[in-house]
């Protein structure tokens, strides 16, 4: 059973464009919704993170967009640029800190 | 703050032979995982030590993946006997106690690079 689905799979948007990714899940008990960044060769990093008390969280040019009704979340990546391109995986979380990610999505910023 | 370390970056071995993987947690972090993340996937939770004892192993292979966290810092992740379907790379993190701060008062989960293991 996937928890997370994830959607697109990859992504192109050109400089200064807004990117955004979404998620589904299915379980009303996960807590915490992070989203990670991971660049080729390197291990997953915290990009930015959401619990489902609030519907909106903004860091820098990162917004996660949160739909407790709906079961969804959605990341934005305003004014993307080059140094954005990465893959990046949307995850839920509950007791114990166990992650359960998303496929992920391959995003392409172009000049 | 030193990273998640691991190693070796890349193995190639043979199916049916063995490999072992080490990590070495951010100093302080009591919680180590081990990850496997297949090409195109999302990293998948394969065991989760507290200290140096199991919290969950549910989706560890058993009956060729082992793992274990002496004295509760290192902690090494064997396959025996590899299968082609092991490719992958297999992602060691860690992070502090459950409850203690954090961003967002999360268990923030810190990962390694990383190992890729291939498997002919």
């Known amino acids: 059973q996937q928890q997370v689905k994830q959607s697109p799979q990859s992504l192109i948007v050109q400089k200064g464009g807004i990117s955004i990714i979404n998620c589904a899940y299915e379980?009303?008990?996960?807590?915490?919704f992070p989203w990670y960044q991971q660049f080729p060769g390197k291990g997953p990093a915290l990009l930015i993170a959401i619990r489902p008390d609030v519907s909106e969280k903004k860091e820098g040019r990162f917004t996660i967009s949160f739909n407790k009704s709906a079961k969804q979340f959605s990341l934005h990546i305003m004014d993307s640029q080059p140094g954005d391109s990465a893959t990046y995986f949307c995850a839920v979380t509950g007791t114990a800190s166990k992650l359960t990610f998303g496929t992920g999505t391959r995003l392409q910023v172009t000049l | 703050e030193a990273g998640v370390a691991q190693s070796p970056r890349y193995k190639i071995i043979e199916k049916r032979q063995s490999v072992a993987f080490w990590c070495n947690p951010i100093?302080?972090?009591?919680?180590l995982y081990w990850y496997q993340q297949i090409l195109g996937q999302g990293p998948k939770l394969l065991i989760q030590?507290?200290?140096?004892?199991?919290?969950?192993d549910s989706q560890l292979p058993k009956d060729r993946f082992s793992a274990e966290r002496l004295k509760g810092v290192d902690s090494t992740l064997k396959i025996q006997p590899a299968k082609l379907e092991d490719s992958a790379v297999y992602l060691c993190a860690s992070s502090q106690r459950p409850g203690t701060s954090g961003r967002d008062l999360y268990n923030e989960q810190f990962f390694g690079p990383g190992t890729r293991l291939t498997v002919l």
């Open positions: 030590f507290q200290n140096n004892g199991v919290v969950d």
């Open positions: 379980n009303t008990a996960f807590d915490y």
């Open positions: 100093s302080g972090h009591a919680t």
